[in-house]
């Protein structure tokens, strides 16, 4: 899957970083058959979210950003979309941790990523 170039959100897609990508299914051995086809064909779904995260941080300010913080620059406001990519992208070597946390709008602290270049 190549990457396009500029998304219509205003982001670059940052698919071409994803070409390989395998984002892993959020189910649990012992959830129903149900819950593991649906974590299965959410798959798509979980590469598009990575692309943007990911094209969010390679564009962000050197500090990084925390789950929060992505989820407002892309719009979502369900920032679950975004908080559970995280640990897919980072196990693929795209993003990491920068030792730094910074307090969510609920006050509680929350890691501060940033992209390998």
Known sequence: MKGS???SD???DGFSDLELFKPQAHARKKDPATSRDA???AGGLAV???GLILDVLKNASPGGLNFEE???ALGF???SRISRRM???ERQGLIFRTG???ATQSGRAAQVWRANN
């Open 70 to 72: 992505i989820a407002k």
């Open 100 to 102: 730094e946390t910074r």
């Open 5 to 7: 170039g500029r998304h």
């Open 10 to 12: 205003g982001y670059g």
């Open 48 to 50: 598009h979210h990575c």
């Open 87 to 89: 640990i897919d992208l």
């Open 77 to 79: 406001a369900n920032t």
């Open 39 to 41: 974590a299965g064909r």
